[in-house]
């Protein structure tokens, strides 16, 4: 995101909400806050429609970020996620 939000709106965005007790919820400002499979940050934003699916994987470390749109109303988005582990793993990061 550069320099087009200020450092406090970036921090709450990727800042995890949590429920009433204290627990997190994998949940930002509109992104999905997580783990991929290596243990590694994972950042994702996805959406539907009718006729279409989206995801946009981010992995902050090493800079990898994975876009895809499908024409297919609740398409299956795994297969993003096997690309986003290719970028990812070819990164050299752990």
Do not use: C, H
């Not at 995801?55 to 994975?66: A, D, F, I, N, S």
């Amino acid at each position: 995101l550069g320099d087009f939000l200020p450092e406090e709106g970036k921090s709450l965005m990727f800042t995890e909400q949590q429920t009433m007790a204290g627990e997190g919820v994998g949940y930002g400002f509109g992104w999905f806050l997580g783990e991929d499979e290596a243990g590694r940050r994972r950042i994702e934003l996805a959406g539907g429609s009718v006729g279409g699916a989206s995801l946009l994987t981010v992995q902050p470390e090493t800079g990898v970020v994975v876009a895809a749109m499908v024409n297919l109303s609740g398409a299956n988005l795994d297969v993003v996620r096997d690309v986003y582990a290719l970028f990812v793993e070819a990164a050299g990061t752990d």
